[in-house]
T-cell receptor, first 114, second 114 residues
Framework: DQQVKQNSPSLSVQEGRISILNCDYT??????FLWYKKYPAEGPTFLIS?????DKNEDGRFTVFLNKSAKHLSLHIVPSQPGDSAVYFC?????????????FGKGTKLSVIP | NAGVMQNPRHLVRRRGQEARLRCSPM?????VYWYRQLPEEGLKFMVY????????ESGMPKERFSAEFPKEGPSILRIQQVVRGDSAAYFC????????????FGPGTRLTVT
C-alpha cells in the first residue's frame, strides 16, 4: 500500500515556464514533507521541505504548497531551466509520532526543453 | 565540508556471497539511515542508527540483513548469502542530531548479484 503517491511518472516543460509536480499521501500521521531531486547514478539531493503547520514554503525558484485537507502537496519551479531535468521525489515523515524514516513516492521525471 | 561518503560505488557479488556496504556520515552528523531503491521504485527505508545503537529497523528484512554504526568508523550494511532480488541501489543518509528530519544522501552503492 503506497502511502506517498506521485501519479505522473513524467512531465515535459518548456524552458522558462512553470513546472508543477504533484504528490498525494494517505497517512494522516505525516507531518513533515520534503522534495528531493535526483540525477542518474547519484544520490537524492534535498531541495525544499514544509511542516504541516504551514501551507507554503518558498526558496528561490522553488515553492512547495501543502493542502492538508486534501492530503496533497505540490512543488512549483519557476522559471524552469534545462538543469532542472531530473527525477523529483516527494517524501514524508511522521515526526510527531517519533519516526524519522522518510516514505518516498516513486518519483516524477521532469524534462525541461530548451 | 565533505558530504556523505559511500563505498564501494558498485559491487558485484555471486549468489550466496556476502556484501558489505559502507557509509561515512557528514561531519558533525550522528544519525545514519539506510534506504534501498529497486528499479522503477522510490527509495524504501531500511534502518535508522545512532552511534552504537539501532533506533528503528522496521524496514529491514528479517533474515540475512544487518546494520551497525560503531563508535569509531563508518556505518556498515551487511547482506549475507545474497540473492538476485537483493540487486538494487543502496543509499545512506545522515542528519544532525538536532534536525533528524534533514537527511542528506550519499551517492549510493549499486549492488548487482549474478
Amino acid at each position: 500500500d503506497q502511502q506517498v503517491k506521485q501519479n505522473s511518472p513524467s512531465l515535459s516543460v518548456q524552458e522558462g515556464r512553470i513546472s508543477i509536480l504533484n504528490c498525494d499521501y494517505t497517512n494522516s500521521m505525516f507531518d513533515y514533507f520534503l522534495w528531493y531531486k535526483k540525477y542518474p547514478a547519484e544520490g537524492p539531493t534535498f531541495l525544499i521541505s514544509i511542516s504541516s503547520i504551514k501551507d507554503k514554503n518558498e526558496d528561490g525558484r522553488f515553492t512547495v504548497f501543502l493542502n492538508k485537507s486534501a492530503k496533497h502537496l505540490s512543488l512549483h519551479i519557476v522559471p524552469s531551466q534545462p538543469g532542472d531535468s531530473a527525477v523529483y521525489f516527494c517524501a514524508a515523515s511522521a515526526l510527531g509520532a517519533g519516526s524519522y524514516q522518510l516514505t518516498f513516492g516513486k518519483g516524477t521525471k521532469l524534462s525541461v526543453i530548451p | 565540508n565533505a558530504g556523505v561518503m559511500q563505498n564501494p560505488r558498485h559491487l558485484v557479488r555471486r549468489r550466496g556471497q556476502e556484501a558489505r556496504l559502507r557509509c561515512s556520515p557528514m561531519k558533525g552528523h550522528s544519525h545514519v539511515y539506510w534506504y534501498r531503491q529497486l528499479p522503477e521504485e522510490g527509495l524504501k527505508f531500511m534502518v535508522y542508527l545512532q552511534k552504537e545503537n539501532i533506533i528503528d529497523e522496521s524496514g529491514m528484512p528479517k533474515e540475512r540483513f544487518s546494520a551497525e554504526f560503531p563508535k569509531e568508523g563508518p556505518s556498515i550494511l551487511r547482506i549475507q548469502q545474497v540473492v538476485r532480488g537483493d540487486s538494487a541501489a543502496y543509499f545512506c543518509a545522515s542528519s544532525p542530531a538536532d534536525r533528524p528530519y534533514e537527511q542528506y544522501f550519499g551517492p549510493g552503492t549499486r549492488l548487482t548479484v549474478t
